[in-house]
Nanobody
Framework: QVQLVESGGGLVQAGGSLGLSCAASGSIFSINAMGWYRQAPGKQRELVAT???????NYADSVKGRFTISRDNAKKTVYLQMNSLKPEDTAVYYC???????????????WGQGTQVTVSS
């Protein structure tokens, strides 16, 4: 069994900052890529940022320069620091982690439960 538990999020005014975290636990052999996605009402889920096991990052154009993804491998946790937030950043944010379970040859994608981020204008 693998669990992803997200924390953070909430309500903030435009221009403010919020931080998200997502901790993995369970029968984990290794963790590969980790990332954040978001889904706004009436829209499809979209990529926000990803980070490889080696620390290489990738960002959606809409968040470049404002969001920072990082990870702590010892804690099996991925973070998303969001600065200069805009109303259009309002969405449910989901972490996504590629995890290889103990005794399983391949990794699988796991999703967090989602956390609401609301940015008021």
């Amino acid at each position: 069994q693998v669990q992803l538990v997200e924390s953070g999020g909430g309500l903030v005014q435009a221009g403010g900052s919020l931080g998200l975290s997502c901790a993995a636990s369970g029968s984990i052999f290794s963790i590969n890529a980790m990332g954040w996605y978001r889904q706004a009402p009436g829209k499809q889920r979209e990529l926000v940022a990803t980070i490889t096991s080696g620390g290489r990052t990738n960002y959606a154009d809409s968040v470049k320069g404002r969001f920072t993804i990082s990870r702590d491998n010892a804690k099996k946790t991925v973070y998303l620091q969001m600065n200069s937030l805009k109303p259009e950043d309002t969405a449910v944010y989901y972490c996504n982690v590629d995890i290889q379970r103990i005794g399983v040859r391949r990794g699988s994608d796991y999703w967090g439960q989602g956390t609401q981020v609301t940015v008021s204008s």
